[in-house]
C-alpha cells in the first residue's frame, strides 16, 4: 500500500529529519520526495511504501499527527488512490 | 510521483472548500423478513448485515483523509414486509433500535408506494406515519404518490397532506420535525442514498452501497477563476469539477463495498448543500452573476448547473444512479435561506426550480395553520411536474406549529434552519376533496 504525506507550516531546521527518523523507525520506505517553499511556507509531499510498515496506519496517522503538532506543521498522510482517482484518468 | 499542486489541491477543496463524502447508504432487503412478527426480525437482518457499516466509514475516513459525513441504511419499503396483524409503529422502533445499535445517523424505508393505488398494508403503514415519527429518532418515512407510468394518485396526495399535518402536530414541541423526516415523491428512486426518502427497492439484491458524493464549495471555488467568461467556459468548468468529485465518490464506494462484501450500487451526482458557510447551492448560482438565488435567472442558472454536474460525473463513475442532480433544501443551504429571509426566494420561484433539478420542494418550512389540503395542492403540482418531465419529484414541507410567516424554525445539525415563507391563502379543499387518480399523461406511451 502507498500514500501520500503532505507537510504544509512555517519552515525550520529538521522538518525532514524528524519526519524521515519516524518514517524509519517504524519501517516506512521513502518512495519519492518534493520539497519547496511556497510563498514563505515549508511545502513537502513524500511518497510512501507501506508494505513492511511495522505499526497500523492509525498508529502512524497518530504518530505524525504528534510530530506535526510539536513543529507546528500540518502533517498528513493519506492513501495515494484519493490523488490517482481525483488527477489521473 | 504526483505533482505537489495537485495533492495540495485535492487537501485544499477537502479542508477549505468543504468537500466530502455526504453519506455512505448501505441498503438492505427486508423481503426475507416480511409476515407476522416481522420486527424482531427485521431488527436482526438489519443490526447483522450493518454491523461494520459504521466502522468501515470511519476506517475509510482515516486512510483517504476524505470526511464521510453520514453513514446510513435504506430497507425495503416496510409496507411490503408488514405482517396482518403486526402493528406498522412497532417495526418503526425495532428500525430506530436497529440505527442505535449499528450507529448510523438515520434509516429510512418506513414507506409505502401507492403510486397507482394503496394496498390495506399501504394504507395501514401511511396511517402510522404521524406516530412512528413522533416515537423514533431515526427513522425517515416516504410514499410514492405518482409515477410517469401510473399518473398523481390523488387519494393519497388528500392523506399526505393530513399526514403532514398530523405530524407536524405530534411533534409540535420539537417545531414539527417530524415533517423533516417524511417526503412524499413522484418517480421515487430505488437507490436514493439520502435521506429523508431513501427506501431499498424491490429490484436490488440483498444489499447494496450507495454513495452520494457533495462539493457544492469546490465547484463554487472553481467558478470563482472564470468571472465574467461565457456560459460555455463555466459548463466545462463545472463539468470537470463533477468529474473529480465524482471519482472520489467511485473510490470510496468501492472500497466501502470491498470493506463490507456487499455489491456496489451507485454513486449518486447530487450536489447536497450544508448549512455552513462555503457549501452552498445558491452561492454557485450567485458566482454565475445573480444578486440574489431567487431572481429572474435564478432557473436557468440551475438548469446549467444541473446538466453540467451529470455530464462530468457521469464518465467518472461505472454506475450513476440515485437523485443524480442539484439538491435546493432551504433549511439547508445558507444562501438559500438569506434568499428565502431577504423575500427573493419564494414558494412558487422553488417550484420552478424543482423543474430542471432533481428533487423538489425540500425541508421548507411554513406556517402551522396552513391547511391539509393546501399542503396536498402543493405536492400535487410537485407531483404534476415529475410526471409530466419523466423526472423524480419530492415535497418535503413542515408546518410549523403555532408559527407564522417571518418566524424561525431551528432543526439543528445538517437539518439547518429556516425562516417560515408564506402559501397562497386560496382554498384547495374542493380540489382535493375530489380524490381518485390524475391519469398517466400521453408521454408515458413510449413501447
Redesign the interface.
Known sequence: MKA?I?V?GADKPGIIAEISGCLYRFNVNIL?I?Q?ILSGYF?M?M?VDLSGMTCG??EM?GNLNGLGEKLGLEI?????????????L | ????S??????DMIKEQKLDIRTITMGISLLECAGSGAADRIYDTVTRRAQRLVAVGEEIE?????PIVNKRISVTPVALVLGEAEDPVRIALALDRAADATGVNFIGGYSALVQKGAARNDLRLMRSIPEALARTEKVCASVNVASTRAGVNMDAVRMIGEIMVETAGLTADRDGLGCAKLVAFANAVEDNPFMAGAFHGTGEGDTAINVGVSGPGVVKRALEAHRGEPFDVMAETIKKTAF?IT??G??VAMEASKRLNAPFGIVDLSLAPTPSVGDSVAHILEEMGLERCGQHGTTAALMMLNDAVKKGGVMASSSVGGLSGAFIPLSEDIGMIDAARAGTLTLDKLEAMTCVCSVGLDMIAVPGDTPAATLSAILADEAAIGVVNQKTTAVRLIPVPGKGVGEWVEFGGLLGRAPIIPVHPESAAAFIARGGRIPAPINSLRN
Open positions: 501520500i503532505s504544509l519519492d518534493t519547496t511545502t509531499v511518497m496506519f492509525d496517522v498528513r498522510m493519506q492513501r495515494n488512490e484519493i490523488f490517482d482517482a481525483m488527477h489521473r | 510521483m504526483l505533482n505537489t495537485e495533492i495540495f489541491a485535492t487537501i482515516r486512510e483517504f483523509g476524505i473529480r471519482r472520489m467511485q473510490l
